[in-house]
């Protein structure tokens, strides 16, 4: 072996080989940290998550009334549910509170966070705090509330300015439309301040350059709302629409906050979801109730994807009107 000033030639070679296992076992390490930090997510997604939804599409098609041994029923629980004209009912009143609901919250919302950001508009801070302010209020709270504003007592706070229109007072616990206009107001009332944040968050994000252009060619507020503001709101309306859809066909607390103990026991108010939990927990009718939730998901995922496609859809045509 040559030698060169009393240092073999193969030193920095070997050298450099254990440099490589150095950096591979410290890459092995950084790798294996990596994956234990993130392990706890998947363990409690898995558990919690995860099993409980492959677990629900299985007893999708067992029949169980969670003591007796499970029997294979097949499509017979997508059968029993699709035929029974309950389920129907809870669609048709999920749908008709969700657009009652849903539908002007987002409308409200930009409007709302179009004035919240509004340079001359003293109490920011006060007023946004204020809008939020429902959607971290206790249920129970919301309940106290709305009993009190939709009793169905003349003597009501919304029945006597009702009377004060010349309008007759309203059964709102009692009749169909009054509990439907009822908890769509609630669900107007809980949310509207949810989107407006978003909202506001996302005209925060829209250059002023915009706005100072648009006031110097004289654009007012309200075409800088529609011609501005709108477009550049799009992937957050996207997000409100979506989320918004899927809270409406999930709409089960507001329901049976209001009506209490007759909530399971009144068509005219029954949601999908309220139809689920009385399979589930009421009539101890596991299978039914899981094919309730997956017929549920398809919904959710079929309104969803509708939605936002009309909402791209529209953006693509404005932009090729404006081209």
Avoid: C
Wanted: positive net charge; hydrophobic residues 50%.
């Amino acid at each position: 072996m040559s030698k060169k000033g009393g240092v073999s030639v193969y030193q920095e070679p070997r050298k450099e080989k254990v440099k490589k296992k150095r950096y591979r076992s410290e890459e092995k390490k950084d790798m294996i940290s990596g994956y234990l930090y993130i392990a706890p997510f998947f363990i409690i997604f898995s558990l919690v998550g995860l099993y409980p939804a492959l677990f629900s599409i299985y007893l999708g098609f067992q029949k169980w009334n969670g003591l007796s041994p499970m029997e294979f029923v097949g499509l017979s629980n997508f059968k029993i549910v699709l035929t029974d004209p309950l389920f129907w009912k809870s669609v048709y009143n999920t749908i008709v509170m969700g657009i009652m609901g849903t539908a002007p919250q987002l409308v409200f919302g930009i409007i709302f966070a179009f004035l919240l950001n509004l340079a001359f508009l003293k109490f920011k801070h006060f007023f946004r705090v204020t809008i939020f302010m429902p959607y971290i209020t206790s249920m129970v709270a919301v309940a106290l509330i709305f009993s009190v504003l939709f009793s169905d007592h003349e003597s009501s706070l919304v029945n006597y300015l009702l009377s004060l229109a010349g309008v007759d007072p309203v059964n709102w616990s009692s009749s169909e439309w009054g509990t439907k206009i009822a908890i769509s107001i609630m669900v107007f009332w809980r949310w509207v301040g949810y989107n407006t944040i978003i909202y506001l968050a996302g005209i925060q994000s829209i250059p002023n350059d915009l706005y100072e252009a648009a006031t110097i060619d004289g654009a007012n507020k309200f075409q800088q709302l529609i011609y501005i503001t709108m477009p550049m709101l799009k992937p957050f309306i996207i997000l409100t629409v979506f989320t918004s859809t899927v809270g409406a066909l999930q709409l089960f607390s507001e329901p049976t906050v209001f009506l209490g103990n007759s909530a399971f026991t009144r068509d005219e108010a029954m949601t999908i979801v309220m139809y689920l939990y009385r399979d589930a927990f009421k009539l101890q009718s596991f299978g039914t109730a899981s094919a309730t939730a997956i017929i549920l998901l398809v919904l959710i995922t079929v309104f969803a994807l509708i939605n936002t496609s009309l909402i791209a859809g529209n953006g693509r045509k404005k932009r090729g009107e404006n081209a």
